[in-house]
């Protein structure tokens, strides 16, 4: 729900850089073994997008978006996204994918990759764990930490239309399986990549109905708890986040966790909250600490990626005055 910057993107693409160097040697050996394969009949077509791929393998997987566009262009004037959804390129896309590696790397490169990252929550509703977890597996004498994703990889580019950005490391976005699949081959407008100041905001807001806190606190009762999800309007193709993941359904299951904050935000008022302070001073040293603390999530609209439920709890919380709008 919010765009990670570039530069951050970058320092951990970068941390791989001998695995990556590898993956790409490997492109081009596979590529050509493909082009050599006369029991795939390849036509002319196809080896130019073949060629084509081998002219970027050196920078295909590190590309950032701004560079996909470029070379999405260029690869839809030798076979267009329609025709390479069809029946007809299923084996020539297929194969593709798997010269390029994509099975394998989904299983022992991008857990460990996402791991490093620091994404730990669907990208899409931010309601689902999406993590790698480090387990010790040991080979003969020597332990090795592998890494297991407890995720599925949306492609921001679909394989069915674009097989040449499967293993693009900026078309990949780690989501939870339900989000997978509500969203299929569905465009929607947003872009987890951002060349942006980090600090720029999301576009996307949880909002409780107008009057609904001064009715909680006047009856007292669960159900008068209402809310909805705000976002940017969308032209064609593109679809809303509401239509394609129905977050607010999602998320209508956890009115409990708005109530606590209205009740939080009448317990904490600002004097009591100074007065913690005061009285653990070594506590509430580093900045927003105290803030995670109340809410019991990150306090932040940058961080909502490392925990589930942060980008709701962020927007209510700022809301009903829990905690101050600029975090």
């Given amino acids: 729900m919010i765009s990670i910057s570039y530069s951050i993107m970058d320092t951990s693409i970068n941390s791989f850089d001998t695995e990556l160097a590898e993956f790409e040697n490997n492109i081009e050996l596979n590529l050509e073994k493909m082009l050599r394969d006369n029991s795939l009949n390849l ?123 499967c293993i693009s490391l900026y078309n990949l976005y780690p989501a939870c399986g339900n989000c997978n699949n509500c969203k299929k081959v569905s465009d929607v407008d947003f872009s987890l990549y951002s060349n942006k100041n980090k600090n720029v905001g999301s576009p996307f807001r949880f909002r409780l109905d107008e009057g609904v806190v001064a009715k909680y606190l006047l009856n007292r009762k669960h159900e008068d708890i209402t809310f909805h999800f705000d976002e940017p309007e969308v032209i064609a193709p593109f679809k809303k986040f509401q239509e394609v993941f129905d977050l607010e359904g999602i998320y209508s299951t956890q009115k409990d966790l708005a109530e606590e904050l209205i009740l939080k935000a009448e317990v904490y008022t600002e004097q009591y909250k100074a007065k913690l302070k005061k009285q653990f001073p070594n506590l509430f040293k580093a900045p927003g600490v105290f803030n995670r603390l109340l809410l019991g999530n990150y306090p932040s609209e940058q961080d909502i990626h490392k925990r589930p439920m942060a980008k709701f709890t962020v927007d209510i919380a700022k809301q009903v005055g829990l905690i101050k709008k600029k975090q």
């Fill in 43 to 165: 036509s002319q077509q196809q080896k130019r997008y073949i060629n084509k791929l081998r002219q970027y393998k050196d920078t295909i997987i590190r590309a950032n978006p701004d560079l996909l566009l470029r070379y999405q262009k260029e690869f839809d004037k030798i076979i267009s996204p329609k025709k390479m959804s069809s029946d007809l390129f299923k084996a020539f896309r297929k194969k593709i994918i798997e010269e390029l590696g994509y099975k394998s790397k989904r299983t022992s490169f991008y857990p460990k990759y996402f791991y490093k990252i620091g994404i730990k929550s669907c990208v899409y509703c931010n309601a689902h764990l999406t993590v790698a977890i480090e387990e010790e597996e040991q080979l003969k004498t020597k332990n090795k930490i592998i890494y297991k994703a407890k995720f599925q990889v949306d492609h921001f580019w679909p394989q069915a239309k674009y097989p040449c950005f």
